[in-house]
């Protein structure tokens, strides 16, 4: 009888602390992990930033011929029919711009940019002929070309490869040009001409551009990017006629004709504001 009321007692105590486990509340699963998703850079926003590089000449051959009897004279090598007057020197200067990118990530850009960057580019060339068979004196002939700005606004289009962005550009051309011509024999100065102005044209090329972290040493101005360029850019101020005009000497003068045209190989820095 004991053991059997040992047993009752000891079984009921059993399912009394089963009943009371299975009424205890549950423990809440662990919230599942917050993923915050790392921004994808886009190319698209406003910029500006600062160029230097290399600048050189590509067609600088200064041709004159003499008007009417004159043309004797560059016949017969007093007066040079061809000169060339090769340029180079660097060029340092800014842009601003603006891009878009269709898709982010990867994708097509396009976009708009103006520069203007001084040009180290300024030449003399000075001649002595003597010929007595033609002309007993002593000529000199001086031949003077500048170009000491360049400024273009061109468009851009290319494809960034996420922080990659390979364009061409091209667009319009401007540039502050001067050039000058004196013929002279022995003491006055016979033949003169000079003209300064804004020439236009154009210009194109291509570059390669890449997108620095944001936290970059070089991001001064606290934007959301910067990015590093390397670029080459040909530019083409066309033709002009020079009148060298006569003044003491005898006779109209002399016709010289110049060609502005030249590239830039340059690299340029630019801070980047907008769309991450």
Do not use: C
Request: no cysteine; aromatic share 14%.
């Amino acid at each position: 009888m004991i053991k059997n009321l040992l047993g009752i007692l000891v079984a009921g105590t059993a399912l009394t602390g089963v009943a009371s486990a299975a009424d205890l509340p549950r423990r809440a699963a662990p919230p599942p992990p917050v993923f915050t998703p790392v921004p994808v850079f886009t190319w698209t926003g406003a910029y500006f930033g600062i160029n230097a590089g290399y600048a050189y000449t590509e067609s600088d051959t200064i041709r004159t011929v003499g008007i009417g009897t004159l043309q004797n004279n560059v016949n017969n090598l007093l007066r040079s029919p061809a000169v060339r007057l090769p340029q180079d020197g660097f060029s340092a200067g800014g842009q601003v711009g603006y891009n878009y990118q269709f898709t982010p990530g990867s994708g097509i850009v396009v976009g708009v940019e103006a520069d203007a960057q001084y040009m180290d580019l300024q030449r003399t060339g000075v001649q002595s002929i003597f010929r007595p068979a033609f002309n007993p004196n002593v000529l000199t002939n001086t031949y003077r070309t500048d170009l000491n700005f360049l400024g273009t606004v061109r468009g851009r289009v290319g494809y960034a490869f996420d922080r990659v962005f390979v364009y061409g550009t091209g667009g319009f051309a401007y540039g502050d040009v001067t050039q000058r011509v004196g013929f002279q024999t022995a003491a006055p100065l016979t033949y003169f001409g000079s003209r300064s102005r804004i020439d236009t044209g154009y210009a194109y090329g291509g570059g390669i551009e890449y997108a620095l972290p944001t936290d970059s040493f070089l991001n001064f101005f606290r934007s959301n990017a910067v990015t590093i360029k390397a670029e080459y850019l040909r530019y083409d101020l066309g033709s002009h006629n020079l009148l060298v005009g006569s003044v003491g000497g005898p006779g109209v003068g002399y016709i010289s004709r110049f060609r502005t045209e030249g590239a830039i190989a340059r690299a340029g820095l630019n801070f980047k504001f907008g769309s991450y």
